[in-house]
């Protein structure tokens, strides 16, 4: 299978992490920071695939201005003051306390959401809509050009700019600090456990070498780094208190009654952390199990 344009565009950011990287060596620096250069890869290759381009050059300091007020954001909805007024916003937003919590939260939530709508105005302006939705070259065009084409037939029900925008904030957000930070652990693990990385390093070395980078197409050939990827994150837990869900029918499990329509915060750690559950991961991949 030939390479993807989303493998190149990863590749490519890739090449410049490593050159960061190496020239940050190279020099001395001593305040080098490796999660900056990783966040700001994950975020050039996200940006590409929604907007069209990279964080490169005068557009670096957009990513880190916007990324410091994701951060902050979401620092402020991990706290369970701020989960506990957005099940019950209406009333709580007006009582003091909780009220600081909610307004820190819109606010955070403003400066992304205007962020995203000034890419949109001045990358997609521009945009000609004309052509088929195979033309576009990201997803913002791609969206547009079917907005257009529904509008003309006076449907704006479901593409429209409140639409994209929002699609583009969901994705940012999921797919940035997620992403920045399960590679973040997997570099502390390997770390932190050097014979693992001794491993894994030998395995490249003898399937890749040392004349080209490893690519999508080497994965089944690398029983080991596969490992090391699934367990980081089956350990690093990321997203410990999952999605919010609910129950489509009335269900009983393990004997709790659970009726349709509730409520439900899957805690997925009780499975990454279970030993019955991973040994039957262990059968299926022998290697996966306690190598870190
Ligand atoms: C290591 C990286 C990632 C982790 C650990 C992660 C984790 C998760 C988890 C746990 C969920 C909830 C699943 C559920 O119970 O329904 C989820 C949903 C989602 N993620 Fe990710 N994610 C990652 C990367 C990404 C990326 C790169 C994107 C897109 C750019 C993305 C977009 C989404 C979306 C749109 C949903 C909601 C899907 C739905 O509506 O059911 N994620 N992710």
């Given at each position: 299978?030939?390479?993807?344009?989303?493998?190149?565009?990863?590749?490519?950011?890739?090449?410049?992490?490593?050159?960061?990287?190496?020239?940050?060596?190279?020099?001395?620096?001593?305040?080098?920071?490796?999660?900056?250069?990783?966040?700001?890869?994950?975020?050039?290759?996200?940006?590409?695939?929604?907007?069209?381009?990279?964080?490169?050059?005068?557009?670096?300091?957009?990513?880190?201005e916007?990324?410091?007020?994701?951060?902050?954001?979401?620092?402020?909805?991990?706290?369970?003051?701020?989960?506990?007024?957005?099940?019950?916003?209406?009333?709580?937003?007006?009582l003091?306390?909780?009220?600081?919590?909610?307004?820190?939260?819109?606010?955070?939530?403003?400066?992304?959401?205007?962020?995203?709508?000034?890419?949109?105005?001045?990358?997609?302006?521009?945009?000609?809509?004309?052509?088929?939705?195979?033309?576009?070259?990201?997803?913002?065009?791609?969206?547009?050009?079917?907005?257009?084409?529904?509008?003309?037939?006076?449907?704006?029900?479901?593409?429209?700019?409140?639409?994209?925008?929002?699609?583009?904030?969901?994705?940012?957000i999921?797919?940035?600090?997620?992403?920045?930070?399960?590679?973040?652990?997997?570099?502390?693990?390997?770390?932190?456990?050097?014979?693992?990385?001794?491993?894994?390093?030998?395995?490249?070395?003898k399937?890749?070498?040392?004349?080209?980078?490893?690519?999508?197409?080497?994965?089944?050939?690398?029983?080991?780094?596969?490992?090391?990827?699934?367990?980081?994150?089956?350990?690093?837990?990321?997203?410990?208190?999952?999605?919010?869900?609910?129950?489509?029918?009335?269900?009983?499990?393990?004997?709790?009654?659970?009726?349709k329509?509730?409520?439900?915060?899957?805690?997925?750690?009780?499975?990454?952390?279970?030993?019955?559950?991973?040994?039957?991961?262990?059968?299926?991949?022998?290697?996966?199990?306690?190598?870190?």
């Amino acid at each position: 299978m030939g390479r993807t344009i989303i493998e190149d565009m990863i590749m490519k950011e890739v090449d410049r992490l490593l050159a960061k990287a190496n020239e940050s060596i190279k020099t001395g620096n001593k305040d080098f920071q490796l999660s900056s250069i990783v966040e700001i890869c994950i975020g050039s290759i996200i940006n590409q695939i929604l907007l069209g381009y990279r964080f490169i050059g005068e557009t670096e300091q957009e990513f880190y201005e916007i990324k410091n007020i994701m951060t902050k954001g979401i620092q402020i909805r991990g706290n369970p003051l701020a989960t506990i007024v957005m099940f019950y916003p209406r009333v709580l937003k007006h009582l003091p306390y909780f009220r600081d919590y909610w307004k820190e939260l819109n606010e955070a939530g403003q400066i992304f959401q205007d962020f995203i709508s000034k890419q949109i105005s001045s990358q997609l302006e521009t945009f000609k809509l004309e052509g088929s939705p195979e033309e576009a070259t990201n997803f913002g065009e791609a969206f547009f050009i079917e907005m257009h084409r529904r509008e003309q037939n006076g449907d704006t029900n479901e593409f429209n700019l409140l639409q994209l925008r929002n699609l583009l904030i969901d994705l940012w957000i999921a797919g940035q600090e997620t992403t920045t930070n399960t590679t973040n652990f997997g570099i502390l693990y390997l770390l932190t456990h050097p014979e693992a990385q001794a491993k894994m390093q030998m395995e490249l070395d003898k399937t890749i070498g040392n004349e080209r980078r490893v690519t999508l197409a080497d994965r089944s050939d690398l029983p080991y780094t596969n490992a090391v990827i699934n367990e980081t994150q089956r350990l690093c837990n990321l997203l410990p208190q999952n999605v919010l869900h609910y129950t489509t029918k009335d269900v009983v499990i393990n004997g709790y009654k659970i009726a349709k329509g509730t409520t439900i915060a899957p805690q997925i750690s009780c499975l990454l952390y279970d030993k019955d559950v991973c040994k039957s991961i262990v059968y299926r991949h022998k290697q996966q199990f306690d190598i870190l």
